[in-house]
Antibody, heavy 115, light 111 residues
Framework: EVQLVESGGGLVQPGGSLRLSCAAS????????MNWVRQAPGKGLEWVAN????????YYVDSVKGRFTISRDNAKNSLYLQMNSLRAEDTAVYYC????????WGQGTLVTVSS | QSALTQPASVSGSPGQSITISCTGT?????????VSWYQQHPGKAPKLMIY???KRPSGVSNRFSGSKSGNTASLTISGLQAEDEAEYYC???????????FGGGTKVTVL
């Protein structure tokens, strides 16, 4: 069974940093593109970033370019999102999702950016 | 990276059929058979209902079906049930910077 478990969310002040993690199991992690998708309170889904199977290609939505970095460790079956220079508008539930067009999703982790 | 266009809300009575549209462009929906649909209940993670335009994952009711014509994809729910009341999102591969784009979501209400 495919499982994706996010962690690392929490309350952070504007301008601060946070690192999200996603632990994958139930499939061969190194064979799949992975995504981060977020959902602000009361809003719709927004794709944030994705990363190729071997980590050689990474893509971002314009609003996070230069601030967020997606990475992966295939030996640890883990996906990461380093978030720097956080803004109030980054407040959202962040989901880890498998496949270029997401098929499997985690349960999400809440990031709140507030002073 | 413009969002796909979905109606804000659709409603129907139990047993009826409803269809949710998802309009994109020739750069996303129109060019790739990589459209997915998700159901989301309040406070829950999205659940995959349809992938690759019309394929249904194991465990999803056959009351859910997907199709595409030109730049518009559609999700049809037949035999509407109370449990179908939820938010529905479409998603398409764009081919641009190997990214994906979501629709704004459609609230389905069972009358």
């Amino acid at each position: 069974e495919v499982q994706l478990v996010e962690s690392g969310g929490g309350l952070v002040q504007p301008g601060g940093s946070l690192r999200l993690s996603c632990a994958a199991s139930g499939f061969t992690f190194s064979r799949y593109w992975m995504n981060w998708v977020r959902q602000a309170p009361g809003k719709g889904l927004e794709w944030v970033a994705n990363i190729k199977e071997d980590g050689s290609a990474k893509y971002y939505v314009d609003s996070v370019k230069g601030r967020f970095t997606i990475s992966r460790d295939n030996a640890k079956n883990s996906l990461y999102l380093q978030m720097n220079s956080l803004r109030a508008e980054d407040t959202a539930v962040y989901y880890c999702a498998r496949d270029v067009v997401p098929l499997f999703w985690g349960q999400g982790t809440l990031v709140t950016v507030s002073s | 990276q413009s969002a796909l266009t979905q109606p804000a809300s659709v409603s129907g009575s139990p047993g009826q059929s409803i269809t949710i549209s998802c309009t994109g462009t020739s750069s996303d929906v129109g060019s790739y058979n990589l459209v997915s649909w998700y159901q989301q209940h309040p406070g829950k993670a999205p659940k995959l209902m349809i992938y690759e335009v019309s394929k249904r994952p194991s465990g999803v009711s056959n009351r859910f079906s997907g199709s595409k014509s030109g730049n518009t994809a559609s999700l049809t729910i037949s035999g509407l049930q109370a449990e179908d009341e939820a938010e529905y999102y479409c998603c398409s591969y764009t081919g641009s910077s190997i990214s994906v784009v979501f629709g704004g979501g459609t609230k389905v209400t069972v009358l």
